[in-house]
Antibody, heavy 120, light 108 residues
Framework: EVQLVESGGGLVQPGGSLRLSCSAS????????MSWVRQAPGKGLESVSN????????YYADSVKGRFTISRDNSKNTLYLQMSSLRPEDTALYYC?????????????WGQGIQVTVSS | DIQMTQSPSTLSASVGDRVTITCRAS??????LAWHQQKPGKAPKLLIY???SLESGVPSRFSGSGSGTEFTLTISSLQPDDFATYYC??????????FGQGTKLEVK
């Protein structure tokens, strides 16, 4: 069974930084592209960032480009999202998601999400 | 980036109704279109991929159709468990992960 467990969320002041982690199990992590998707309170889903299975290709939404960095450690089965220069509009539930192939966007499994709140 | 637009934003229906949700893409996504279901307080769940393929365990009352820029999700006979929010997602490009804005299916 695929399990995706996020950690590292919390309350941070505007301009601050936070690193999210996602521990994956139940599948061969190094074979699949992974992504972060967020959902602001009462809003829809927004694709934040994708990373290819080998980590050599990434994608960022315009809203986070230059501030967020996605990475992965295939030896530790872990996905990361380094967030800096955080803004109040980054407040959201962040989901770690697994895709169905090495380089694609089809999401087939979702974590439970981790809350990030940016506020003074 | 490819933009996805769903309609309606809210749909009121009753148990047993047949309902259809539409998703339009700003440019062709060929057949790379999925539907996810989200219940309140829960993570979304994949229902349909490649336009019309049901994910394992998804009831056959759910179906999808379309190609190119226009797609539909149909529930043939609404069940109480189906009241939720539905999102379409295109995956034509790795460098663009677009969701529709969501359709909330509520009890009439």
């Amino acid at each position: 069974e695929v399990q995706l467990v996020e950690s590292g969320g919390g309350l941070v002041q505007p301009g601050g930084s936070l690193r999210l982690s996602c521990s994956a199990s139940g599948f061969t992590f190094s074979n699949y592209a992974m992504s972060w998707v967020r959902q602001a309170p009462g809003k829809g889903l927004e694709s934040v960032s994708n990373i290819r299975s080998d980590g050599r290709r990434t994608y960022y939404a315009d809203s986070v480009k230059g501030r967020f960095t996605i990475s992965r450690d295939n030896s530790k089965n872990t996905l990361y999202l380094q967030m800096s220069s955080l803004r109040p509009e980054d407040t959201a539930l962040y989901y770690c998601v697994k895709t169905s192939c090495t380089v694609c966007n089809l999401i087939d499994s979702w974590g439970q999400g981790i809350q990030v709140t940016v506020s003074s | 980036d490819i933009q996805m637009t769903q309609s309606p934003s809210t749909l009121s229906a009753s148990v047993g109704d047949r309902v259809t949700i539409t998703c339009r893409a700003s440019q062709s996504v060929r057949t790379w279109l999925a539907w996810h279901q989200q219940k309140p307080g829960k993570a979304p769940k994949l229902l349909i991929y490649d336009v019309s393929s049901l994910e394992s365990g998804v009831p056959s009352r759910f179906s999808g159709s379309g190609s190119g820029t226009e797609f539909t999700l149909t529930i043939s006979s609404l069940q109480p468990d189906d009241f939720a929010t539905y999102y379409c997602q295109q995956y034509d490009s790795f460098s663009s992960g677009a969701f529709g804005q969501g359709t909330k299916l509520e009890v009439k």
